[in-house]
T-cell receptor, first 114, second 115 residues
Framework: DGGITQSPKYLFRKEGQNVTLSCEQN?????MYWYRQDPGQGLRLIYY???????QKGDIAEGYSVSREKKESFPLTVTSAQKNPTAFYLC?????????????FGPGTRLTVL | AQSVTQPDIHITVSEGASLELRCNYS??????LFWYVQSPGQGLQLLLK??????LVQGIKGFEAEFKRSQSSFNLRKPSVHWSDAAEYFC?????????????FGKGTLLTVNP
């Protein structure tokens, strides 16, 4: 089955630690995205990538980093510089960045900082 | 600034009743518009989308939405709600032209269905 997988589903980290969230897609999509979701806040864009080895900051990129070394993978690192990292993180992908191309979402990773 | 607004944070309906979830947008030109649904602890699933043409859009699970340019709205409707429709619903919009990508989400409407 084609789709997007995110791992782990739940993640706990201590303050001051970096943590990496995995996102993999087998839809052969060029574009991939990371969103952060907080209760009552909707989804906010952290980073997006149009093609391999290229990515752009979204609205709330501070304290986060990404890489796009392979088409199917777009890992997100939450660094210790992120002031309030506890949230639900969603990865998405689409054929391209064109607005007509629908974004498909993974199941999400819930990160809790202890 | 471009924005999508969902005026209702929480709506409760009885099973079998009709449903309308409101969405208003603010864009310079007609945007692409989407409705997504999210079950607790899950990702988002696309219900329907509007690009152009017929202003009444049919989606999955018996949902439909109507684009009204004069009201800057894209409300989601369902004639008879099922208990399994309880979830959070997000409206989203994107510029239909230009090279700058930006999908903007509303803050969501939580739907509770009473038996």
């Amino acid at each position: 089955d084609g789709g997007i997988t995110q791992s782990p589903k739940y993640l706990f980290r201590k303050e001051g630690q970096n943590v990496t969230l995995s996102c993999e897609q087998n839809l052969n999509h060029d574009a991939m995205y990371w969103y952060r979701q907080d209760p009552g806040q909707g989804l906010r864009l952290i980073y997006y990538s149009q093609i391999v080895n290229d990515f752009q900051k979204g609205d709330i990129a501070e304290g986060y980093s990404v890489s796009r070394e392979k088409k199917e993978s777009f890992p997100l690192t939450v660094t210790s510089a992120q002031k309030n990292p506890t949230a639900f993180y969603l990865c998405a992908s689409s054929s391209s960045l064109a607005g007509a191309d629908t974004q498909y979402f993974g199941p999400g990773t819930r990160l809790t900082v202890l | 600034a471009q924005s999508v607004t969902q005026p209702d944070i929480h709506i409760t309906v009885s099973e079998g009743a009709s449903l309308e979830l409101r969405c208003n947008y603010s864009y310079g030109a007609t945007p692409y518009l989407f409705w997504y649904v999210q079950s607790p602890g899950q990702g988002l699933q696309l219900l329907l989308k509007y690009f152009s043409g017929d202003t009444l859009v049919q989606g999955i699970k018996g949902f439909e939405a109507e684009f009204k340019r004069s009201q800057s709205s894209f409300n989601l409707r369902k004639p008879s709600v099922h208990w399994s429709d309880a979830a959070e619903y997000f409206c989203a919009g994107e510029n239909s032209g230009g090279s700058n990508y930006k999908l903007t989400f509303g803050k969501g409407t939580l739907l509770t269905v009473n038996p």
